[in-house]
C-alpha cells in the first residue's frame, strides 16, 4: 500500500500514453480532489448555514430581548402611572384630612376666640358694674356723711336757738325777780 503511493516521476517529459495505472491515479487524483472540492465547499456551506443559523438566533434572541424590554418598560410604565394615581389618590385623602383637621383647629380656634371675646366683654362689663356700684357707694355714703352733718348743724343750730331762748328766758325772769325785788325795797 505504502509502495503505490504517489511515485513522483522524474524523466524528461516525452509524449507518451499514460500507463492505465498512471490513468487510475490520475483518475483516482482528480476524483480525490473533486471530493475533496465537495467536502470543503460543503464544510463552507455548513459553516455559512451555521453561522446564519447563529445570526438569526442572535437577531431571533435580540428581537426577544427587546420586546421583552419593551413588555417590561410598559409594566413599569403602567406601574408607576398606576402608583402615581393611588399616590395622588393617597395624597389627596391625606390633604383632604389634613385639610379637616386644619379646618376643624381654625374652627375651634375661631370658637375659643369668641369666647374669649365674650368673657372679656362680660369681664369688662362686671368691672364697670362694679366700679359704679363703688362709685355710688361712695356717693350714697358722701350724702349720708353730709346729711349727718346738716342734721348735727342743724340740732346745734337748734340747740343754741333753744339755749338762747332759755336764755332769754331766764333773762328775763331773773329781771322781773329783780325787779320785783326792788319794788320791795
Known sequence: AMGLGRQVVTTRRVSR????????????????A??????????????????????????????DKRQETARLRRYHD?????????????????????????????????????????????????QERAHHLKVA????????????LKERLACERQADTLTAKEEAREVQRLRARFRKALARE
Open 34 to 63: 473533486r471530493v475533496q472540492r465537495e467536502a470543503d465547499h460543503a464544510e463552507r456551506m455548513c459553516r455559512l448555514q451555521q453561522e446564519r443559523d447563529a445570526k438569526q438566533r442572535v437577531r431571533a434572541a435580540l428581537r
Open 17 to 32: 500514453q499514460p500507463t492505465p495505472l498512471e490513468r487510475f491515479q490520475m483518475r483516482q487524483e482528480a476524483e480525490l
Open 137 to 148: 357707694a361712695l356717693e350714697q355714703r358722701f350724702r349720708d356723711q353730709m346729711d349727718m
Open 78 to 126: 403602567e406601574f408607576q402611572v398606576a402608583q402615581r394615581r393611588r399616590g395622588l389618590r393617597q395624597r389627596n385623602r391625606e390633604q383632604q384630612a389634613l385639610r379637616k383637621v386644619v379646618e376643624r383647629s381654625l374652627s375651634r380656634h375661631r370658637e375659643e376666640q369668641r369666647e374669649a371675646r365674650r368673657l372679656a366683654k362680660e369681664e369688662r362689663a362686671e
